[in-house]
């Protein structure tokens, strides 16, 4: 088995759709010190990234702010022909391109590599970013002094956004790639994203889709049954891969053996019809258990969190209702929902504790608009939990 590529949008690179993703392999979240290191654990993301080449998922994809991983992964690149692979990393946003410039030799020094495929801005998760970006003397002036110089190939972005960032970061014109999420669980929400990323030609890398995507990792036995005779976690492959826009997925390896169910779901599925009857088993479930009328309209119309009374973000809190009540996903329901309002921009908005006090006239294009604060009131009850809620780069 081996795994396909795709043209990587203005790129031109051939990316395989499967990427090597480095956040969940390395020693913890936070930087250590060389020697403080386990062996036990270096050598078995040595082995999970040979795993990865041999099985043709030649992107390796990381960040400064994945604690040790850069380093991490800088002992064992060198040993590898660096034509065999593509490297990506990120770097947050940062007020001058000095700043940006200084992180980015901190993260040079620990890949050990002199030049990365890929280097992505990471976090363009508010309106203000883009600004803070583009302006004179900001990161994206900083990316384009180091692609002068031979050491950075590709300018990107990643966002755990919406539509009323994305969108406009992709319409600048300034990225050849945008890491984003998106999969069955976020559309349609976050499909304008992909959209207008398509729209600029731009290489589109799909974030934790088996996460993010509803927990699959362990799935629940509904959603486990309606995907059958696929894995959810390979149907979700399949369902963003068989969009010609979606180019490549991060599959968050923690072990060698992480990548097989991915790899033979590609290798073997990526044309397969199953792939949509499946999608309308799904529907068709959805549409019973919580009507028509609802699975078709509820994201319209609704506000963005920066427009609504408190910041209550309603897209997400229906979101998580929605898929909850659905398809059984109350433990990735209650795991989002606590991230709101503690975890800052990479998580932004509030939960929906205040209903009652609220103006709901921002609703006033929802055809839903008389249902929706009873049903946000019914998703904290359900999902809220006295304790603060951490980012995984945070636990």
Same mark, same amino acid.
């Given at each position: 088995?081996?795994?396909?590529?795709?043209?990587?949008?203005?790129?031109?690179?051939?990316?395989?759709?499967?990427?090597?993703?480095?956040?969940?392999?390395?020693?913890?979240? *936070?930087?250590?010190?060389?020697?403080?290191?386990?062996?036990?654990?270096?050598?078995?993301?040595?082995?999970?990234?040979?795993r990865a080449l041999e099985l043709g998922i030649s992107h390796i994809e990381t960040a400064r702010g994945y604690g040790p991983s850069e380093m991490q992964l800088g002992w064992v690149l060198p040993e590898i022909d660096r034509e065999s692979y593509l490297l990506q990393t990120k770097i947050g946003v940062k007020e001058t391109a000095e700043e940006f410039l200084e992180v980015f030799e901190t993260s040079m020094k620990n890949l050990q590599v002199d030049y990365v495929d890929f280097l992505s801005i990471h976090g363009i998760n508010l309106p203000e970013h883009i600004d803070t970006c583009l302006k004179k003397g900001g990161c994206v002036e900083a990316v384009?002094?180091?692609?002068?110089? %031979?050491?950075?190939?590709?300018?990107? #972005?990643?966002?755990?956004? %919406? @539509?009323?960032? /994305?969108?406009?970061?992709?319409?600048?014109?300034?990225?050849?790639?945008?890491? !984003?999420? &998106?999969?069955?669980?976020?559309? @349609?929400?976050?499909? @304008?994203?992909?959209e207008a990323a398509a729209k600029q030609d731009m290489g589109v890398f799909i974030i934790s889709p088996n996460d993010k995507g509803g927990m699959l990792y362990k799935p629940t036995e509904k959603m486990a049954a309606l995907c059958n005779p696929l894995t959810p976690m390979q149907w979700n492959d399949l369902y963003c891969l068989q969009r010609p826009e979606v180019h490549t997925?991060?599959?968050?390896?923690?072990?060698?053996?992480? #990548?097989?169910?991915?790899?033979?779901?590609?290798?073997?599925?990526?044309?397969?019809?199953?792939?949509? *009857?499946?999608?309308?088993?799904?529907?068709?479930s959805l549409e019973n258990d919580l009507g028509a009328d609802w699975m078709r309209h509820w994201h319209e119309g609704l506000p963005f969190y920066l427009d609504v009374p408190g910041e209550i973000n309603v897209r997400e809190i229906l979101r998580l209702w929605t898929f *909850?009540?659905?398809?059984?996903?109350?433990?990735?329901?209650?795991?989002?929902?606590? !991230?709101? %309002?503690?975890?800052?921009?990479?998580? @932004?908005?509030?939960?929906?504790?205040? /209903?009652?006090?609220? *103006?709901?006239?921002? !609703?006033?294009?929802?055809?839903?608009?008389?249902?929706?604060?009873?049903? !946000?009131?019914?998703?904290?009850?359900?999902? &809220?939990?006295?304790k603060e809620a951490k980012r995984l780069s945070e636990s």
């Open positions: 088995m081996s795994v396909p590529t795709r043209r990587f949008g203005r790129t031109e690179v051939q990316m395989p759709v499967l990427s090597c993703g480095g956040m969940r392999y390395q020693q913890g979240w *936070d930087d250590l010190e060389p020697e403080k290191i386990d062996p036990k654990i270096q050598d078995n993301l040595e082995a999970t990234v040979h384009r002094k180091l692609q002068q110089e %031979g050491r950075v190939r590709f300018c990107g #972005f990643s966002t755990h956004g %919406g @539509p009323e960032v /994305v969108v406009p970061a992709c319409e600048t014109g300034e990225f050849d790639y945008v890491n !984003l999420h &998106w999969y069955f669980i976020y559309d @349609p929400l976050h499909w @304008p994203m992909v997925l991060s599959i968050g390896a923690a072990k060698p053996s992480d #990548f097989e169910e991915h790899v033979e779901a590609v290798s073997r599925h990526l044309d397969d019809p199953i792939v949509g *009857d499946i999608e309308q088993r799904i529907i068709r *909850d009540r659905g398809l059984g996903l109350r433990e990735f329901a209650k795991m989002r929902y606590n !991230l709101l %309002g503690n975890a800052s921009h990479w998580f @932004p908005g509030q939960q929906a504790a205040e /209903v009652d006090s609220v *103006d709901w006239s921002c !609703l006033k294009n929802s055809r839903f608009a008389d249902r929706i604060p009873d049903l !946000l009131k019914e998703a904290h009850a359900l999902y &809220w939990e006295d």
